[in-house]
């Protein structure tokens, strides 16, 4: 059995009388992709923001390699190898993207791809000296992808990175993602796209106003009553 | 060669380069034009508070071009520096020119001082050094500090008046002011300070300490205002508090920076001779007409250049060379 990289202890976030979580508990392992879905305002995202640093939870514990995580800064989570992406990108606009890449891996600890092959990996070598602001939606995501791998994390949270792509587009991301569990990497992967998650993921958690409904293999999430009632609706409802 | 972390191809590399080269003639260009600036024009006194803008609007360009943080209480580092200089030289009895480095020392410890300001954000951040600035003026004018400051009384700094040395002083302060610009301009701590300005959370998902790193950038600016202001009130010699904690300085820094261009080293700089000249030239030649005219000329900006002449000046070469482009393909 591969090594647990990062496990979820109850975590619930409040903001104010709203329940954006409640208790979420979840772990993956290293070189295993976990899939993340649920209606939208599931708090799919919020579980991202809670376990990279924006938003401290109201309750539960984060472990990252057996060790606790306390309160600590985005920047120190980042570095001890949590990251994620964005589901609206969000570079450095007014930077290259070779310098939205080379900022992140300046802080990198220990080694990892060059920018160079981190750019060639995720499709932007061509555009390395052309400021981030001017790329298409889909390239500023592979961007967001690109500076989250210069820092070589252990986990990487990828929000939404298949949206409005065509399916020749899905499956080359697809690969791409795959690509990144070899070495031991875990990634939880948040997505809509049920074909594009089936391609990628070994098992899903579904969320639904904050909480988990459903955990297990998706195949079998698409076969559960609850899942197909928070997806579907209710007929005659 | 690649290095294992940040790897670079060579047309990189030369951008690099020139980049760099075109920064430090925006060093040189300006220190050579003042240190032969009085065989062209005869009023010291402008030419020092020309230099000292010049400074102060780079400090604007580091905490705004680069960070994204409007200081509008800039004024409070500059009093403050006005102050600490003159206590030292006067209390103290240190050497003038050493007294300087005690003002951009006083700037430092008010920027310290107001570092939780960084909790909040946007024009509230902007306000809330304005409020703060003016906190600073208030307690140093003071009548109960009397025997410190001299309260409402100002400053008088007679006895080390030396023009020689201040405009020496100015014009040294200057370039240093515009080298530590080039530095942070072409470091990872500069790109760290514009991915910051971008957005604060993304810059720290890249592993960028958010914190140290725009505290340092504020604290960088406070010593310039402090220097500035320092500077500033000994080539003035007698001065009172609302002379130096006046918020038409930090007005006036804001502007210059951003007429120029901020995120640039030439920006600012231009932003200054041009506007400062004008200001000296109208203020002086038709004083009646200097508030219509310096108008006029900042809702110009706003209207066809937002993003400065530097801003202009890359939007107009990159529209060439697209039209050349064009024309060749």
Redesign the interface.
């Known amino acids: 059995m591969a090594d647990e990289i990062l496990r979820l202890e109850g975590i619930s976030k409040h903001f104010g009388g709203l329940s954006a979580l409640q208790e979420v508990s979840f772990s993956v392992e290293g070189g295993e992709a976990l899939g993340l879905v649920g209606p939208n305002g599931s708090g799919k995202t919020t579980l991202i923001n809670v376990v990279?640093?924006?938003y401290t939870p109201n309750a539960g514990n984060i472990y990252l390699e057996g060790a606790k995580l306390g309160k600590t800064?985005?920047?120190k989570l980042?570095?001890s190898g949590i990251?994620?992406t964005?589901q609206v990108p969000?570079?450095?606009?007014?930077?290259t993207v070779?310098?939205?890449v080379?900022?992140?891996?300046?802080?990198?600890r220990g080694?990892?791809m060059?920018?160079?092959?981190i750019l060639d990996f995720v499709n932007l070598g061509k555009w390395?000296?052309q400021e981030a602001g001017s790329l298409n939606a889909a390239q500023q995501k592979r961007l967001d992808l690109g500076?989250?791998l210069?820092?070589n994390p252990k986990v990487l949270f990828v929000d939404e990175l298949g949206a409005g792509l065509n399916p020749a587009e899905l499956a080359e991301v697809a690969a791409m993602l795959r690509s990144l569990l070899n070495g031991g990497r875990a990634l939880v992967v948040v997505e809509h796209l049920m074909g594009f998650l089936d391609k990628l993921v070994d098992r899903v958690i579904v969320l639904n106003a904050g909480r988990e409904i459903f955990h297990g293999g998706l195949r079998s999430a698409l076969d559960d009553g609850e899942v197909k009632r928070v997806f579907l609706g209710t007929v005659g409802a | 060669m690649?290095?294992?972390?940040?790897?670079?191809?060579p047309?990189?590399g030369l951008?690099r380069r020139k980049t760099l080269l075109l920064d430090l003639l925006a060093v040189a260009i300006p220190v050579i034009g003042f240190s032969f600036g009085l065989n062209f024009y005869s009023n010291e006194l402008l030419l020092v508070y020309m230099m000292v803008y010049v400074a102060l609007a780079h400090g604007i360009n580091i905490s705004y071009g680069f960070t994204g943080y409007l200081p509008f209480g800039y004024f409070g580092f500059f009093g403050a520096g006005a102050y600490g200089a003159t206590l030292a030289i006067l209390d103290l009895h240190v050497p003038a020119l050493l007294g300087m480095l005690f003002g951009g020392v006083a700037g430092v410890l008010v920027g310290l001082l107001l570092l939780p300001l960084f909790r909040l954000r946007g024009a509230y951040f902007a306000i809330a050094t304005l409020a703060a600035g003016e906190a600073v003026a208030d307690i140093v004018a003071n009548p109960s500090l009397q025997s410190i400051t001299n309260g409402p009384y100002g400053e008088n700094l007679a006895s080390v008046y030396s023009s020689g040395q201040i405009y020496v002083a100015a014009l040294v302060f200057m370039a240093l002011a515009l080298l530590a610009v080039v530095l942070v301009k072409n470091s990872?701590f500069g790109?760290?300070l514009?991915?910051i300005k971008?957005?604060e959370?993304?810059?720290?998902?890249?592993?960028?300490?958010?914190?140290q790193l725009r505290s340092l950038a504020w604290v960088i600016a406070a010593a310039i205002a402090g220097v500035g202001g320092a500077i500033f009130g000994w080539a003035t010699t007698v001065f009172y508090p609302s002379a130096v904690f006046d918020s038409a300085i930090s007005v006036f820094a804001i502007v210059f920076a951003l007429f120029g261009g901020t995120?640039s080293v030439w920006g600012p700089t231009l932003g200054t001779v041009l506007l400062y000249g004008l200001y000296s030239a109208v203020g002086l030649s038709s004083p009646q007409y200097f508030q219509l005219i310096y108008g006029l000329a900042i809702v110009g900006l706003i209207l066809f250049a937002p993003r400065g002449l530097v801003g202009f000046g890359r939007a107009a070469v990159r529209r060439l060379s697209l039209r050349r482009a064009g024309a060749n393909g």
Request: hydrophobic share 40%; with cysteine.
């Open positions: 990279c640093g924006l800064t985005p920047h980042a570095k990251n994620r964005f969000q570079p450095f606009a007014s930077l070779r310098e939205n080379e900022i992140a891996a300046a802080h990198r080694d990892g060059s920018v160079v092959e390395a000296g500076r989250a210069a820092l | 690649l290095d294992s972390k940040g790897g670079g191809k047309l990189a951008l990872r790109l760290s514009r991915a971008e957005s959370y993304s810059a720290a998902m890249a592993g960028v300490n958010v914190v995120g």
